[in-house]
């Protein structure tokens, strides 16, 4: 779309090498690769990640691993990203109206990759493809299959959207420039586009996802309780995990668009709100992250946490060959839990409001949730082939008792 010749361009200069659409495309694009790599490495510690997501398995050796066929498929779009980026560069050379006025680059490789899924070419994945799109469909609204029908991999995909979510607000964000008469996707982004809290609408949809999944949890076992199901609290205190994103997220929109005085808190005030909920959010993220979906004692009693058995915070069973990387990955996820100290900082106190500060946020919680999976992929494996540790009976997910004692006996 062509931008206003009368307005002078102010582009940064993150913003004038990779507009918005493209940041957003090469964060979609590494997703494929980060799966294709959690893929493979588990498959090598002889983790069957499709068996544990209830996704068809391999019938022969000659067809190829699942890690292969994702690199193939990564491939497949990396290619013509580079060739449209490249092309982009040599058109604009770096001049802010050029880059503005060929925004339709980059958008239309947006709208391709979105196509790309929808083409029927079995050498493509398309049964990964369509897998996928399948589960998308059931989990965008909140849904989830039973154990036996892909269970975990509806929680797995539903955790990866909130990973995404300031993601999906960017592509909102740029759609609506887009589509804005007179206004430029690859011009500064406007986040108010289309009413000041959209985009914090946008970015509640995944945490609102997780937030319904842990509910229908709760009510199943409600519904159909056994002596090793609990009632159910496992799955409420989840649930009270994903409400308290709501606060931040809302509380950080009232900062940017509203003045604190127009409902009687100083902006201090106002601040010091979102500080506590964002707090709260971030160390009650990091505690489920280490006790509910790795299994790890670091949190749990002396006892336990000093049992012989294991390394000291970890566990009995584990399939990385070192205690230091469970170790590293403790410390890894909580820095990026906390990455909002960012903001708190005097000399870095516009980070955030940076684009190429934003996309640095954006990119380390994508980074964050690829390591993330290895060790909840890794400790479904122990729970479905070792059982589920004994301090976790009392709240069991009702279902892995019902529909297949193999199957987790609680949910992340």
Not at 91 to 109: C, E, K, M, N
Not at 271 to 287: A, G, H, K
Request: proline share 6%; hydrophobic share 45%.
């Amino acid at each position: 779309m062509e931008a206003d010749p009368a307005v002078e361009p102010e582009l940064d200069t993150v913003s004038l090498i990779l507009p918005l659409p493209y940041r957003i495309a090469v964060i979609f694009v590494l997703g494929v690769w980060a799966w294709g790599v959690n893929l493979h490495y588990l498959n090598i510690l002889k983790i069957d990640v499709p068996a544990l997501i209830k996704y068809h398995t391999r019938t022969s050796s000659s067809i190829p691993p699942h890690h292969y066929r994702t690199y193939r498929l990564a491939a497949t779009v990396t290619l013509p990203l580079l060739v449209s980026i490249l092309l982009f560069w040599l058109i604009t050379h770096g001049d802010p109206t050029l880059v503005i006025a060929w925004d339709i680059l980059p958008q239309l490789f947006l709208f391709c990759l979105a196509v790309f899924f929808l083409i029927p070419i079995q050498r493509l994945s398309r049964s990964g493809r369509y897998r996928f799109l399948t589960t998308l469909r059931r989990v965008s609204v909140g849904g989830i299959a039973d154990a036996d029908n892909g269970k975990f991999g509806d929680i797995l995909l539903a955790d990866v959207l909130t990973s995404y979510a300031k993601v999906l607000g960017d592509l909102f964000v740029s759609i609506c420039m887009f589509v804005t008469p007179g206004v430029s996707s690859t011009d500064k982004p406007d986040r108010s586009c289309g009413g000041a809290y959209m985009v914090p609408l946008i970015i509640s949809i995944p945490s609102m996802i997780r937030l319904r999944q842990c509910l229908i949890e709760y009510s199943r076992v409600r519904k159909y309780p056994s002596s090793s199901s609990g009632w159910g609290g496992q799955h409420l205190a989840n649930a009270l995990k994903y409400s308290s994103a709501f606060p931040v997220i809302i509380l950080s929109a009232l900062q940017r668009g509203t003045n604190p005085n127009d409902f009687g808190m100083s902006e201090t005030g106002l601040f010091r709100l979102w500080l506590f909920f964002v707090f709260v959010n971030s160390f009650y993220s990091f505690y489920w992250d280490v006790a509910k979906d790795w299994d790890l004692t670091l949190f749990a009693p002396a006892s336990v946490r000093n049992n012989p058995e294991h390394p000291w915070g970890l566990r009995r069973h584990t399939h990385f060959h070192s205690k230091e990387m469970y170790y590293g990955a403790i410390v890894i996820d909580l820095m990026l839990r906390c990455t909002w100290s960012f903001k708190l900082s005097p000399h870095l106190d516009h980070f955030n409001d940076l684009e190429g500060g934003i996309f640095v946020m954006e990119f380390l919680e994508v980074l964050r949730r690829w390591m993330w999976i290895f060790f909840r992929v890794e400790t479904e494996w122990v729970r479905t082939n070792r059982g589920p540790p004994p301090d976790e009976i009392l709240l069991g997910d009702m279902d892995s008792s019902i529909d297949s004692p193999s199957i987790s006996k609680f949910s992340d």
